[in-house]
């Protein structure tokens, strides 16, 4: 199983909430054609001292304790780290948004993170050259930008799995998200509600994870008013692993969350410490169906 971190950048338009979303490539073996938030695998260096330097020192510790692992334990400094290491590599590399503020805690700004813009392209090819753009700036992550949202992990029916952990963000003022044009082939700012009557439509397609998260964040944005009340309430939240089960039949696979009362009489594997959900959890979708051969 592969550890991965996903980040989902916001920003308020006349009081809306939007999501940064993009395309994977319809060619793409791994979620061909889905619209998915910026995000993929912990590399390697993501959790090395290199990298983990580049932590905003005034911050390091912020949020790292509310990552823990499949059975409850709390994960160690490099690895729970690096989680959000990753998430701040990916908005670069995916989005071209960058994460990032000077020694003193100010964010970087626009002009600096378009310059840097040409530099994705080696960011995707090698992790590495993520934290060097960073030495070399003089950079460092603020982990306070990104409030733990939520723990995904794949369910154990699939082939390759990932144990996931969702960031979400505020997009920096002036900075202006892009697609890769590598995996990714397009973007979007959504509402919550267009991407999923789009779902309805067929016009898009999306993961449960992906859906279930903006479910989840619409109904925030509802019961907080903004998107800073938001994040400021929402930073220390119950972030139990989520693991649903996969119900196959003859034309289509429903894929049924822990929350269901459905969920004990599927086969599969399940977080034994999750099975007290948390009421932002039970408001979401507890099942979707996905047909087969799509």
């Given at each position: 199983m592969y550890p991965a971190a996903t980040v989902v950048l916001l920003r308020e338009v006349?009081?809306?909430?939007?999501?940064?979303?993009?395309?994977?490539?319809?060619?793409?073996?791994?979620?061909?054609?889905?619209?998915?938030?910026?995000?993929?695998?912990?590399?390697?260096?993501?959790?090395?001292?290199?990298?983990?330097?580049?932590?905003?020192?005034?911050?390091?510790?912020?949020?790292?304790?509310q990552l823990r692992t499949m059975q409850g334990a709390e994960l160690e400094f490099a690895a729970a780290a690096g989680m959000y290491v990753a998430a701040c590599r990916e908005a670069f590399e995916e989005a071209g948004v960058l994460l990032a503020c000077s020694a003193s805690g100010e964010p970087c700004d626009a002009d600096t993170a378009a310059r840097l813009g040409p530099l994705?392209?080696?960011v995707a090819r090698d992790a590495t050259a993520f934290t060097r753009m960073l030495?070399?700036?003089?950079?460092?992550?603020?982990?306070?930008?990104?409030?733990?949202?939520?723990?995904?992990?794949t369910p154990s029916?699939?082939?390759?799995?990932?144990?996931?952990?969702?960031?979400?963000?505020r997009v920096p003022p002036g900075q202006e998200a892009s697609a890769d044009l590598s995996e990714l082939t397009e973007h979007a700012w959504v509402e919550a509600a267009r991407a999923m009557a789009a779902l309805e439509q067929g016009e898009i397609r999306l993961v449960p994870p992906t859906l279930l998260t903006l479910e989840d964040l619409?109904?925030?944005?509802?019961?907080?008013?903004?998107?800073?009340?938001?994040?400021a309430a929402e930073a220390a939240r119950e972030t139990p692993p989520v693991m649903p089960r996969i119900e196959l039949s003859a034309d289509a696979a429903n894929v049924v969350m822990p929350?269901?009362?459905?969920y004990a009489q599927i086969q599969g594997e399940c977080c034994e410490t999750a099975i007290d959900f948390p009421l932002h959890f039970t408001r979401c979708s507890s099942s979707h169906t996905i047909k087969r051969g799509r």
């Open positions: 006349d009081s809306r909430l939007e999501a940064l979303m993009m395309r994977r490539g319809v060619g793409l073996a791994f979620m061909g054609g889905m619209w998915v938030f910026p995000g993929g695998r912990v590399e390697p260096d993501d959790c090395s001292a290199a990298s983990l330097a580049r932590l905003l020192p005034d911050a390091r510790d912020a949020g790292l304790g994705r392209d080696e030495e070399a700036e003089d950079l460092f992550l603020d982990t306070r930008q990104l409030v733990y949202w939520s723990h995904w992990i029916v699939e082939p390759k799995r990932f144990d996931t952990r969702f960031f979400v963000a619409a109904d925030c944005h509802r019961r907080h008013v903004s998107l800073e009340a938001m994040l929350w269901d009362p459905r």
